[in-house]
């Protein structure tokens, strides 16, 4: 096996992102999204500002795609409209290229170092209802089963405060509390720096990069064209795609904390001291 990255603690727990990472929600939302703009005789999304949406938070994105769109009705209209859409798509997700292999083999897998389990949690900004929509038909809810119900950290958790979604670090700290309050008595808290996040967007990554957690980033190729001349900063958390401030919280460039990888297949279990068995 090849030798743990110096001067990283072994990993002892994965958090993983859902929407556009574990199932293909993001092409789902393009598609519900042309639709609505082909009834309103608006052209179809161009690969730039589909990029641009799938990269900001949800507080921001409102407002980047009302001001490309140039809609004849209200921005209101628009999400109600835009909500039914995506209500009537949701039950159709599908997982992704390599994510229930992944996550049957971290369900499996063990701390290369101390044999220790993998534990796993999910951190999604999706609220309760829309995940029960997106994780209702058998593939999304076997895949999704690989998350205790109480590993599961969703957008309108209480414990996440309002105004405290990614990019702000909240969402990937109450996942590891989770992780923490299941241990059994008498094991040792898992630390940040112990964390693997997984996300595909430009907000998750600074989100667990502010939480102190090594992030593995997994973008949309339209993502990844975009931000392809921001990809270290991206890496970093340094994006500046919205104000959070605590940039003490933030990394810097190249230090080592966080990869990009193309798909999920790419995983490389060996470099953060994971053993599958075979």
């Known amino acids: 096996m090849a030798p743990l990255e110096a001067d ?15 199932i293909n929600t993001e092409d789902l939302i393009t598609l519900s999204t042309n639709q609505l703009l082909e009834k309103y005789g608006r052209p179809a999304f161009t690969r730039s500002i589909r990029a641009q949406l799938m990269g900001v938070p949800d507080s921001t994105n409102g407002d980047v795609f009302h001001n490309w769109a140039k809609l004849p009705i209200s921005r209101e209209q628009f999400a109600r409209e835009s909500s039914e859409q995506m209500r009537l798509h949701f039950p ?12 049957l083999n971290l369900s499996r ?37 690989f998350f205790q119900s109480n ?27 989770s992780l923490n309050s299941a241990a059994g008595s008498g094991k040792k808290a898992i630390l940040p720096n112990e964390c693997l996040v ?4 430009v907000a998750g990554v600074e989100a ?15 993502v990844a064209v975009e931000y392809q001349a921001k990809q270290k900063d991206v890496l970093a958390g340094r994006s500046g795609i919205t104000e ?31 053993m599958v068995p075979s």
């Open 92 to 103: 159709n997700c599908k997982p992704l290229p390599g994510a229930e292999k992944l996550l």
């Open 198 to 201: 997984f996300e595909d967007s």
């Open 244 to 274: 959070v401030g605590e940039d003490w919280q933030l990394g810097e460039i190249d230090d080592g904390w966080a990869e990009m990888i193309p798909n999920l297949e790419h995983f490389n279990y060996n470099k953060y001291g994971i």
């Open 151 to 177: 590993r599961r950290v969703l957008g309108d958790d209480p414990r996440v405060r309002q105004g405290r979604g990614k990019p702000a670090p909240d969402i990937y700290l109450v996942a590891l509390q």
């Open 8 to 22: 990283f603690p072994v990993i002892r727990a994965c958090i993983f992102d859902m929407d556009g990472l574990l």
């Open 109 to 145: 897998a063990r701390s290369a170092s101390s044999g220790d389990r993998i534990e796993l949690a999910l951190a999604s900004s999706t609220k309760s209802h829309s995940y029960e929509l997106k994780t209702s038909g058998p593939e999304t809810k076997r895949l999704l089963n």
């Open 208 to 222: 667990g990069r502010r939480a102190g957690m090594r992030v593995v980033w997994v973008p949309h190729p339209d």
